[in-house]
């Protein structure tokens, strides 16, 4: 499933050629919780995997989360490692100018490293189209607190291009929606929190 999010290249060509190994949609520019939801939308299977247009999977990557998954009735969502590298277009110092680095290997918690069942998706919900730096933030936290049961792999399952225009890079120093996304999540856990002091607050009267 391709959703072309309001391309202005030749993505849609590129689709033309493939249309008949794959559904595709065209929509207007919605970003990127917008293209995630419109592509969750169109699927039909009980496993789901995304991919942003960047990024690539590692060979075998979903035959071997595919199998982890089925070893385990218990799994729900299995996860793995992220490979950074710097688009070759750029200049080979470019990597080195990013804050954290912008390469190597480390877990990946993100939504292209994850296969996820359809049923523990529909328990945590859509991309939130509120965010845009901090969608991943918002929907972990959703997936941590919606107890859905995830397992880390070792391997690398996704290779992550950095380049000018990444949304991390772009918006680095954009802090706010970052700390809208954390006062949510605070809001949830109170929430979830305050039967359970009222009725303790109840005993002790």
């Avoid at 929606?177 to 009222?198: F, M, S, T």
Wanted: glycine content about 8%; overall charge neutral.
């Amino acid at each position: 499933i391709v959703v072309d999010d309001g391309s202005t290249d030749d993505t849609g060509s590129v689709i033309t050629s493939y249309a008949n190994k794959l559904t595709s949609i065209y929509q207007e520019n919605a970003g990127i919780a917008g293209a995630r939801n419109a592509g969750y939308q169109l699927a039909r299977g009980d496993f789901i995997a995304f991919l942003d247009s960047d990024d690539t999977f590692t060979p075998g990557r979903l035959a071997l989360q595919m199998s982890t998954l089925l070893s385990d009735p218990a799994l729900e969502c299995v996860q793995g490692h992220m490979e950074q590298f710097v688009s070759p277009e750029l200049p080979a110092d470019f990597g080195a100018r990013i804050r954290g680095g912008a390469t190597g290997v480390k877990p990946a918690p993100m939504c292209s490293a994850m296969l996820i069942s359809r049923a523990a998706y529909e328990r945590i919900g859509a991309w939130d189209t509120a965010f845009n730096v901090a969608i991943e933030m918002d929907w972990h936290a959703r997936l941590r607190e919606s107890g859905v049961v995830c397992r880390m792999l070792d391997d690398v399952v996704l290779r992550r291009r950095i380049h000018r225009t990444n949304t991390n890079l772009r918006f680095a120093n954009e802090q706010s929606e970052r700390l809208h996304a954390l006062k949510k999540i605070l809001d949830r856990r109170r929430a979830l929190q305050a039967p359970v002091e009222h009725s303790l607050g109840d005993h002790r009267q």
